[in-house]
């Protein structure tokens, strides 16, 4: 039976986890500025665009592996493409921002801020 004996190669898995981490905190400051025109778009009655950008949001949280904020984003596009649905959607969007709080505190480490 041969058995290699040698260390791990710490530097190459140094390298991988540095690099995972960078995509986390990627994806964090992404998601945050996504959760941001969302709200912005909300703030101007914007339903068209809140539907657009929630959308888009639900898909890329989806293929990066994010399937609550996904699921969330989703509901809020699902509810600014009901007519008068101001209620609906704010009540998605507080929902939203609250998954994209906690995901970015525990992919990060951090806690988020509080206000």
């Known amino acids: 039976m041969d058995h290699d004996s040698s260390p791990p190669n710490l530097g190459g898995m140094t390298s991988t986890m540095a690099a995972n981490q960078a995509k986390v905190l990627g994806y ?23 539907r657009q950008l929630s959308g888009h949001l639900a898909t890329v949280s989806r293929l990066a592996g994010y399937r609550a904020v996904s699921a969330i984003a989703q509901t809020v596009c699902n509810e600014a493409s009901k007519p008068e649905n101001g209620s609906g959607i704010r009540r998605g969007l507080i929902r939203l921002i609250g998954t994209c709080a906690r995901t970015i505190g525990s992919e990060t480490g951090s806690i988020p801020a509080q206000g």
Do not use: K, P, T, Y
């Open 28 to 50: 964090a400051d992404v998601l945050a500025v996504r959760v941001d025109n969302v709200v912005a778009a909300a703030c101007r009655h914007d339903w068209a665009q809140v």
